[in-house]
């Protein structure tokens, strides 16, 4: 079965810096997402994107948060000032629709360390 | 705003038993739809099962079947004939109708299964 991936699996740095975790969702799938998880807490939505724009925020994604599909393969997510509380496991998923009880295809996962 | 609880952070089962899994969800819609998800030490989350809210039937796959009933706003995942590859952390979801992008996520239930 085709897969998400994601790179890197951990990334560790400084507070203040930017980082970009890298997602290559599946390849006929039209939609794609965000999700995090902080260590002992919920799994949280964060974005969603189609059609190289925005569809759907959650609160946390702020002006520090951006996503970007770079080319016909990659799915970025941006943080521009990392803070302490950004430490988390960052999941990308992509489907082919949207909604409507549509599955989701997540990759593994970037641990992001924030020291 | 839909909130999703899972109330048993961990479930320890014998292999070849029967194990069930809770979760609740509050909700004021009346279109939405529930899904299970697993995710093994591998870290990638994996659809096990979805159901519908305007269908009345439980949703059945192989092993795996869950029981919705609606008017309590509970959604239970039940593994029959447990294996060893069924350990897992196992997050019940929430999507609501009329094509939102974002799941909402328990906070997951970590499965034991004992040989």
């Known amino acids: 079965e085709p897969e998400v991936t994601q790179t890197p699996s951990h990334q560790v740095t400084q507070m203040g810096q930017e980082v970009i975790l890298r997602c290559v969702p599946i390849s006929n799938h039209l939609y794609f997402y965000w999700y995090r998880q902080i260590l002992g807490q919920k799994v949280e939505f964060l974005v969603s994107f189609y059609n190289n724009e925005i569809s759907e925020k959650s609160e946390i994604f702020d002006d520090q948060f951006s996503v970007e599909r770079p080319d016909g393969s990659n799915f970025t997510l941006k943080i521009r000032s990392t803070k302490l509380e950004d430490s988390a496991m960052y999941f990308c998923?992509?489907?082919?629709?949207?909604?409507?009880?549509?599955?989701?295809?997540f990759g593994s996962g970037t641990q992001l360390s924030v020291l | 705003a839909q909130t999703v609880t899972q109330s048993q952070p961990e479930m320890s089962v014998q292999e070849a038993e029967t194990v069930t899994l809770s979760c609740t969800y509050d909700?004021?819609?009346?279109?939405?739809?529930l899904f299970w998800y697993k995710q093994p030490p591998s870290r990638q989350m994996i659809l096990v099962i979805r159901q519908e809210a305007y269908k009345q039937q439980n949703a059945t796959e192989n092993r795996f079947s869950v029981n919705f009933q609606k008017a309590a706003k509970s959604f239970s995942l039940k593994i029959s004939d447990s294996q060893l590859g069924d350990a897992a952390m196992y997050f019940c979801a929430y999507e609501p109708g009329g094509g939102a992008d974002g799941l909402t996520f328990g906070k997951g239930t970590h499965l034991i299964i004992q040989p």
């Open positions: 909700t004021s819609e009346s279109d939405y739809y």
């Open positions: 998923a992509s489907s082919q629709s949207r909604g409507f009880g549509e599955k989701l295809f």
